[in-house]
């Protein structure tokens, strides 16, 4: 079973293959990411994490949960030497964080309810588990940058969670915080695999504002693999990205 | 007799770091037992992350035993002076690991960040390919696009 939902400015696909989910269970995913969207939405003014941004609120006294996506944005921080940053021009977007995150706990939500084969997919971020309906590992494939409609690589993944940081065609979305005037240029696309999604997804956003160099943080993080395309369309591929490929 | 000025020097450099460090006022303080006996010089160990890039400044150490001038001058001492340097280095590195693991910061990682060869990484042009894929990922959309994904994957659910 299959829904398609758009929640927090994205589609968000949940496919379940147990026999057993129902509708209810589709309620509970999305009800979740509701929840998130609710409080850290920049859009919304009143979010937690928009008051906080505006100084109407106090992060030390705001919910469990934004003061656990900040220490986690901090220890990200520290652990990319700054080019993770939820602070960009001295404002507050933990998007970067709270995707990967968001997701990661609604598939272990679904995991909790005894599934054990689904994906999780948010604007692009996907966390997988076990098989697809034909008991095989989930088939990804990774967009091509320009051309939306085709895809450049295929993965098999059966547990993983993948993100891909980029720029879109209007510019870029991410920036270096480390430069004022910041355009990250020679790199327009950087897919992650990770032992899960919250993982996959915050080092994708910390190794996209590294540019060239970040496919290199990523070869030198354990337990992460990655894909980086230029903007000449040539992709540089970590050494141990060639176990998920699959030849189309 | 080379084995034993080599496994000094080293000794001496461990020293020397020590007392280098903690006249720049770091904090942590670093446990070292020194060789005391001849014995090989330490193998590099795989320094992995996170980071620990030191550049030490060595200066030569005063052995009293008169044979240093002649062993560790010249192209012979260049040559092992080089390797000491990076053997000393990253052997400390492997202590000062072992402390930057407990006391990670954003600026050495930055440090070490923009300071770390790039890795020799295969790379292929990129190949638009027919295949049936379960899910994409992708970068985050331009709102026509995002309008476009949208609307078939509503129709996929059907």
Known sequence: MKQTRLLMGMPITVEIVDNSARVGDFDMVYDYFSYVDNVFSPYKPESEISRIRDGKLSPSLSGQDIDLILRLAQETKNLTGGYFDIYRNGRLDPSGIVKGWTINNAANLLKKNGFSDFYVDAGGDIQVSGKNSHGQNWRVGIRHPQKKNQIVKVLSLTNEGVATSGTYERGNHIYNPKIQCPLISDVISLTVIGPNVYEADRFATAAFAMGKKGIGFIEKSPGLEGYMIDKDGIATITTGFSRYTVPS | ?158
């Open chain 2, 1 to 158: 007799m080379r084995r034993f000025f080599f496994s000094s020097f080293v000794i001496v450099t461990f020293i020397l770091y020590v007392l280098h460090q903690k006249t720049e006022g770091v904090e942590e303080g670093i446990a070292i037992a020194p060789r005391t006996t001849p014995g090989p010089l330490p193998t590099i160990p795989d320094i992995g992350n996170p980071p620990a890039t030191l550049s030490l400044s060595l200066t030569t150490p005063k052995v009293s035993s008169g044979y240093h001038d002649g062993t560790y001058t010249g192209d012979v001492a260049d040559a092992f002076y080089g390797n000491i340097q990076v053997q000393t280095t990253i052997a400390v590195g492997k202590i000062a690991d072992v402390k930057f693991l407990q006391y990670p910061n954003d600026r050495r990682t930055s440090i070490f960040i923009n300071t770390q060869a790039m890795p020799i990484l295969k790379t292929e042009a990129i190949q638009s390919q027919n295949a049936n894929v379960d899910i994409v990922t992708g970068a985050t959309q331009t709102s026509e696009a995002f309008i476009q994904s949208l609307k078939s994957a509503l129709d996929k659910t059907k």
